[in-house]
């Protein structure tokens, strides 16, 4: 996808917050077991940018230790003409402070801000700072290409689609930018990762560490109310990239990652596409690809496409349970059902696959009766790790919407999404619940899960037998353990 077009220098910029925060995870915070997501949104932007001709480099706050001090000398050394911000919702105050101390920096640069939140609320950010000039609204690296071009070339940002910009003083919603279609057009992300980054930095526990993250889809076609990438960034229309496309950049980082033991596919859902996601596999096996891998799925993927997935290395598997009550899940629009998720824990079970379980309280509905039937399901099921946290929501989001509109958004200030720690806080209620409930809950469900006997027992065989997840057990329960036995680090927010 070249683009002929002087030649810009352009910063990206995960910026400074609080220390080990990963802010693009779908609910940014700093987290119990230390994960630490890739900026996997800008280094896409920024290899298009690059592919284009442009000058570039990508900064990673969070990951690198840098303070704000440090990242304005590095940037002042680049002096980009353009300079690209990632937002969340927990972050968005610091990081519009970010953007006007940039601003003192760098006078003459074009200040951008991306992300969800800034996708959820474009109007609202350029009204609270006036050092940002425009957000590039959703998904963003075709934007910001264009955008560098226009400023290349002397045109008014008015020309490019997909912006939201100041019009005097006034912001304005340019043209709507249509999605690309056609993803093996984009270049990868893994060798930007290798330019500008420590693949050592970043941690999931339900990968091997150290890995890599890359998405080989865009698009979720599921309407989960509380999902925030679909809703703010990529869209429900799903969007593939060929095996041969995915299978290339996955040689390229077993050959200049020697490092790398995993590889952690962030799609929302990879085999959504059967058939696609099959045709990886078996390209996978082709070619000899031998470092396991992980991915998000959902329990109504077929049990032959698990077949498939762990003939192909895959070795660790997150699942979206949510709730153990039909009704709730429904009304989150899921569209699982309870069946589904007995059926697939005992396929991945007798396939060996390692499964990390998402449950969530505080949906509409919630009553004391359906978390107990949520704490019975994960119990039942026995995933091998699990999580138990009250709904995130997010601006952007039809969950957000729902909770505002039923005054169950118990606080609007969005730096209470976030404790002052950092880790996630409690910002919903339910009808029945309020927040220090359902924090209560989610406690004692912890507890409850990791510290049976049978599951203790079980944990030990499997550390026991396998060194892989020996180490990753360690490094994700260093900082889990503690948090499991001292209590709640999550609080209730409150207006």
Not at 434 to 447: G, H, I, P, T, W
Request: with cysteine; net charge positive.
């Amino acid at each position: 996808m070249q683009q002929t077009a002087p030649a810009l220098k352009i910063a990206f910029v995960n910026p400074p917050y609080l220390a080990r925060f990963s802010r693009t995870q779908r609910s940014p915070a700093v987290t119990k077991s230390g994960t630490l997501y890739f900026p996997m949104w800008l280094a896409a932007a920024a290899a298009l940018c690059a592919e284009s001709g442009h000058e570039i480099d990508l900064i990673d706050a969070p990951a690198s230790g840098a303070d704000i001090e440090a990242v304005l000398a590095r940037l002042a050394r680049f002096a980009p003409r353009l300079l690209v911000v990632e937002t969340s919702t927990p972050s968005i105050a610091s990081d519009l402070a970010f953007c006007a101390r940039a601003r003192e920096r760098l006078p003459g640069t074009c200040v951008a801000l991306v992300g969800t939140h800034a996708s959820a609320r474009p109007q609202a950010c350029l009204r609270d700072e006036p050092a940002v000039d425009l957000v590039v609204l959703g998904e963003y690296d075709l934007g910001v290409r264009d955008l560098a071009a226009a400023l290349a070339r002397g045109e008014p940002v008015s020309t490019v689609a997909g912006l939201c910009y100041r019009d005097g003083d006034r912001p304005r919603l340019g043209a709507a930018r249509a999605v690309l279609d056609d993803l093996d057009r984009l270049p990868p992300v893994s060798p930007i990762y290798r330019r500008f980054l420590d693949i050592r930095d970043y941690f999931n526990p339900n990968a091997i560490h150290p890995m890599v993250t890359i998405t080989t889809s865009r698009g979720c076609p599921n309407h989960c109310t509380f999902c925030v990438y679909p809703q703010t960034i990529t869209g429900h229309r799903l969007r593939r990239r060929s095996a041969g496309h995915v299978v290339d950049e996955l040689e390229y980082i077993r050959t200049a990652f020697p490092e790398a033991r995993s590889v952690f596919f962030e799609d929302d859902t990879f085999p959504a596409d059967r058939a696609r996601c099959a045709e990886i596999c078996e390209e996978m096996i082709r070619r000899g690809f031998d470092l396991p891998w992980s991915a998000n799925v959902r329990v109504d993927v077929e049990p032959e496409t698990l077949r498939l997935m762990r003939r192909a290395g895959c070795r660790n598997l997150c699942v979206g349970f949510e709730s153990g009550d039909q009704a709730l899940l429904d009304r989150v629009r899921k569209r699982i059902t309870l069946a589904q998720s007995r059926a697939f824990m005992r396929e991945a079970r007798a396939l060996g696959l390692i499964v990390h379980g998402c449950f969530m309280v505080g949906l509409p509905g919630e009553t004391p009766e359906t978390m107990r039937r949520t704490l019975e399901l994960a119990i039942e099921l026995a995933p091998d790790t699990a999580q138990f946290y009250p709904i995130m929501v997010y601006p952007g989001t039809a969950a957000y919407d729902w909770y505002a509109r039923e005054g169950m958004l118990v606080t609007e200030d969005f730096s209470r999404w976030l404790t002052p720690a950092g880790l996630h806080n409690t910002v919903v209620r339910s009808a029945a619940l309020d927040a220090e409930a359902l924090v209560a809950f989610c406690d004692q469900a912890r507890r409850r899960f990791y510290l049976r006997p049978r599951y203790l027992w079980r944990r030990l065989g499997l550390v026991a037998r396998d060194r892989e997840e020996f180490r990753r057990t360690w490094r994700a329960g260093r900082t889990f353990l503690r948090h499991l036995l001292r209590g709640s680090d999550i609080e209730a927010g409150h207006g």
